[in-house]
């Protein structure tokens, strides 16, 4: 059974840093691709970042790009997203998922995700 489960939000001050982290398992973690997605009150679940198999490949929605990085341990099973320069506007109850194909319209596509854990970023 895949399971992923995230860890690491809580309440910050814009401006302010959190590291997010996700383990997987029941599933071969270094054969696929990972990604982070958030979901804001109100809104859709909306994609942050990917990262490769391997790690050397990155790749981030533009409003998180140069203050957001998406990193990946195989030996663990885990990814990480490192948020600085955090803004109100990245409130959201944050995701790890695991990437099963790509669309050239919409870009990857998602078949497992965990519970999420919320970011709040309040002064």
């Known amino acids: 059974e895949v399971q992923l489960v995230e860890s690491g939000g809580g309440m910050v001050q814009p401006g302010g840093s959190l590291r997010l982290s996700c383990a997987a398992s029941?599933?071969?973690?270094?054969?696929?691709?990972m990604s982070w997605l958030r979901q804001a009150p109100g809104k859709g679940r909306e994609w942050v970042s990917t990262?490769?198999?391997?790690?050397?490949?990155?790749y981030s929605e533009d409003s998180v790009k140069g203050r957001f990085a998406i990193s990946r341990d195989n030996a663990d099973n885990m990814i990480y997203l490192h948020m600085t320069s955090l803004k109100p506007d990245d409130t959201a109850r944050y995701y790890c998922?695991?990437?099963?194909?790509?669309?050239?319209?919409?870009?990857?596509?998602?078949?497992?995700w965990g519970q999420g854990t919320q970011v709040t970023v309040s002064s």
């Open positions: 998922a695991r990437v099963s194909g790509y669309s050239s319209s919409v870009g990857p596509q998602h078949d497992h």
């Open positions: 029941g599933f071969t973690f270094s054969m696929y691709d």
């Open positions: 990262i490769t198999t391997g790690g050397a490949g990155t």
